[in-house]
């Protein structure tokens, strides 16, 4: 059964840095092409962060780009968000997404496998 397990949330003070994971099992984890995303209250999920199957690409959205960093390790099956000089603006709950379809970074990669979500709490 296929698991995606995100871990590393917390409460952190603006300014301060958190690394997320997402361990994932059941299904051969370097043939995917993985994202995190975000959901703050009241707004929709938001694309983060993609990264294709060899960690050789990457791609971010504008409000975090140059404060977090994307990785993966295929030998431990877990992909990683850095997230450094966090801003309120960043609270929400984090979700990693794997695409087993299209390992590479698309315009449209299609995430079907989530995780249950880790809450990342950024206070002033």
């Known amino acids: 059964q296929l698991r995606l397990v995100e871990s590393g949330g917390g409460l952190v003070q603006t300014g301060g840095s958190l690394r997320l994971s997402c361990a994932v099992s059941?299904?051969?984890?370097?043939?995917?092409?993985m994202a995190w995303f975000r959901q703050a209250p009241g707004k929709e999920r938001a694309f983060v962060a993609g990264?294709?199957?060899?960690?050789?690409?990457?791609a971010y959205a504008d409000a975090v780009k140059g404060r977090f960093t994307i990785s993966r390790d295929n030998v431990k099956n877990t992909a990683y968000l850095q997230m450094d000089t966090l801003k309120p603006d960043d609270t929400a709950v984090y979700y990693c997404?794997?695409?087993?379809?299209?390992?590479?970074?698309?315009?449209?990669?299609?995430?079907?496998?989530w995780g249950q979500g880790t809450q990342v709490t950024v206070s002033l």
């Open positions: 997404a794997a695409d087993f379809t299209t390992p590479w970074l698309a315009v449209r990669n299609e995430y079907d496998y």
């Open positions: 059941g299904r051969t984890f370097s043939t995917s092409s």
């Open positions: 990264i294709d199957w060899r960690g050789s690409a990457t």
